[in-house]
């Protein structure tokens, strides 16, 4: 996923190749199993 915002033309090519990147089901299920923050500020 593209993180918006740049500050270089060379950071910017890096955040539209980002669009490319195809997460397997392995790396969803990873990102799945992270536990929620805990606390007030989340």
């Known amino acids: 996923m ?3 915002g740049t500050k270089t033309p060379a950071y910017l090519a890096d ?3 980002a669009a490319e990147v ?5 790396d969803l299920a990873d990102l799945d199993a992270i536990q ?3 606390g007030a500020r989340y």
Do not use: C
């Not at 195809?22 to 392995?26: A, H, N, Q, R």
């Open 2 to 4: 593209p993180i918006p």
């Open 15 to 17: 955040n539209a190749g």
């Open 22 to 26: 195809e997460p397997s089901g392995t």
């Open 36 to 38: 929620p923050p805990v």
